[in-house]
């Protein structure tokens, strides 16, 4: 079978090989791959930045984010049968089993020794077949069966606004207006469409003209499209009830701050290089006190987020139909890998690879 892998931490070394096709064992399924979704992790993964090959290996398949059909289902593995459309989570309990492992909530490991299908210490699904443990398994509806593909990133949104719901709801009364959302690539896009669901104003920024795809699909679930290069950042007036940073750009989320109403939250769900900050750290300190705001970071989600990501992306496929559609803009087969995983274009937001139409 075809299975695209690098070596981590070599840069340059993203190839195609062929490899046998795992078998299952029990409380396992075996998985037709039918798409892999492509994100920024992979590309750091490719770049050299990080991931970890499985124990023994000396090789990394690549692939998070993915859209399966059962295959085979392995003894012991109840609930599934063959040819039912799944989407696996990432994330798996760590070998010590910590208490928010064994309670369902590898999201929140501990000892941050969990591991990651396509990331840390697992093969991923870039691959025409994998396997996976069933109780980590999410059935979607043949209605998705071209769109479930979104349903991992969604799900990283869904933890995140969750999550701020959650802290808001718990130290005062929180009847959220507004939100701001930093980013307008598949997440930032997923997440305008979520907040929208939940009834809020949402303005949303990026680089883009106005009339980019982008802008439009923005537009399209009724929130604000705002082009950072025309109305920069520093020159906002309004302040939100709740700010999503999801371009990863520290100069992007430094400004996530000042953006924040009183008693208002900030969550960073991007990935940020380290670089020398230029913000006054007392002010930013004496700012977030002072504001009663709260800034967390949020990454990975567990199986309950899948679940309610499921329903969402059926609600939003409903709600505007042919916005999910319009995100995934380029398609590749797995020979041309080198093509996929190159960066989008002008008017790109998502690439997939599909192993199986």
């Known amino acids: 079978m075809k299975a695209i892998v690098v070596t981590p931490g070599k840069q340059n070394s993203l190839r195609l090989e062929d490899h046998e096709a795992p078998v299952p064992q029990r409380g396992q399924l075996l998985l037709r791959v039918l798409k892999v979704g492509i994100c920024g992790t992979d590309r750091d993964i490719i770049a050299g930045f990080y991931g ?116 808001q709801k718990s130290r005062m009364v929180w009847k959220p207006k507004s939100a701001l959302v930093l980013g307008a690539g598949p997440v930032g896009l997923l997440a305008t469409a979520i907040l929208r669901l939940r009834g809020l104003e949402v303005h949303t920024v990026a680089t883009r003209p106005e009339k980019s795809l982008k802008a439009r699909l923005v537009e399209r679930t009724g929130a604000k499209y705002i082009n950072s290069k025309k109305t920069p950042l520093d020159t906002l007036e309004a302040r939100y009830d709740m700010v999503l ?89 797995p020979d041309n890998f080198t093509e996929a995983y190159s960066p989008v274009g002008e008017e790109g937001i998502k690439t997939v690879i599909q192993f199986e139409v």
């Not at 006054?280 to 987020?305: C, H, I």
Request: net charge negative; with cysteine.
């Open 245 to 333: 940073e999801v371009t990863g750009n520290t100069s992007v989320a430094l400004e996530a701050q000042n953006l924040t109403s009183l008693n208002g939250i900030v969550s960073y769900l991007g990935i940020y290089r380290q670089e020398q900050a230029t913000e006054d750290a007392g002010e930013v300190f004496t700012n977030l006190v002072l504001g009663n705001r709260v800034f967390f970071g949020s990454v990975n989600a567990n199986k309950t987020y899948f679940l309610e990501g499921a329903k969402d992306l059926s609600r939003i496929k409903n709600e505007w139909p042919g916005f999910l559609e319009k995100i995934i803009t380029r398609r590749e087969k």
């Open 52 to 167: 970890e090959a499985p124990t023994g290996s000396k090789f990394l398949v690549l692939g998070h984010e993915s859209l399966c059909r059962v295959a085979e289902v392995g003894g012991g593995s109840s609930g599934f049968r063959k040819g039912d459309l799944v989407v696996p989570t990432v994330r798996r309990n760590c070998p010590e089993d910590c208490i928010n492992c064994r309670r369902g909530m590898s999201d929140m490991c501990l000892t941050g020794h969990y591991f990651e299908h396509g990331i840390k210490g697992l093969h991923g699904f870039a691959r025409e077949f994998a396997i996976t443990d069933h109780n980590f398994v999410v059935r979607l509806p043949e209605s998705l069966s071209d769109l479930g593909i979104l349903l991992e990133p969604l799900t990283i949104v869904e933890k995140g606004i969750t999550q701020a719901y959650l802290m």
